[in-house]
Nanobody
Framework: QVQLVESGGGLVQPGGSLRLSCAAS????????MGWYRQAPGKQRELVAA???????NYADSVKGRFTISRDNTKNTVYLQMNSLTPEDTAVYYC???????????????WGQGTQVTVSS
C-alpha cells in the first residue's frame, strides 16, 4: 500500500515563508512526477508546482519566483519552499505523485491527505 504524508503547513504572516514536505512510502517501484496542488475555499484544486524524476519543474504563474520545488529521490520526498507568502496563497496544499507500485505495470496518481496553509496577519 502506498501513502503520501505531508507536513509543514501552518499559520504565517504575509511576507513570511513555509516549507512543505511530502514523503511517499510503501511498495513503490518507480515515481515519475511529484508535485503540489492547492485548493482554496470555493475554488477548484489547482497545480502549484511539479517536478519530474528527471528534474524538470513546472510552476503555476502565480507562484513563479516565490516558490521552489525540490525533490530527494533517495527518500521519495518532495519539498515546496514557499517565500513571500500572501493571503491569496491560503489553501489546503495536497501532495501528488505519479507512481508505479510494486507488481503494477502502470502509473497512477496518488494523493496526500492535505495540509493547511494560512497566510494572515
Amino acid at each position: 500500500q502506498v501513502q503520501l504524508v505531508e507536513s509543514g503547513g501552518g499559520l504565517v504572516q504575509p511576507g513570511g515563508s513555509l516549507r512543505l514536505s511530502c514523503a511517499a512510502s510503501g511498495s513503490i517501484r518507480n515515481i515519475y512526477t511529484m508535485g503540489w496542488y492547492r485548493q482554496a475555499p470555493g475554488k477548484q484544486r489547482e497545480l502549484v508546482a511539479a517536478l519530474t524524476s528527471g528534474g524538470r519543474p513546472n510552476y503555476a504563474d502565480s507562484v513563479k519566483g516565490r516558490f521552489t520545488i525540490s525533490r530527494d529521490n533517495t527518500k521519495n520526498t518532495v519539498y515546496l519552499q514557499m517565500n513571500s507568502l500572501t493571503p491569496e496563497d491560503t489553501a489546503v496544499y495536497y501532495c501528488n505523485a505519479d507512481l508505479q507500485a510494486q507488481g503494477m505495470d502502470y502509473y497512477r496518481h496518488y494523493w496526500g491527505q492535505g495540509t493547511q496553509v494560512t497566510v494572515s496577519s
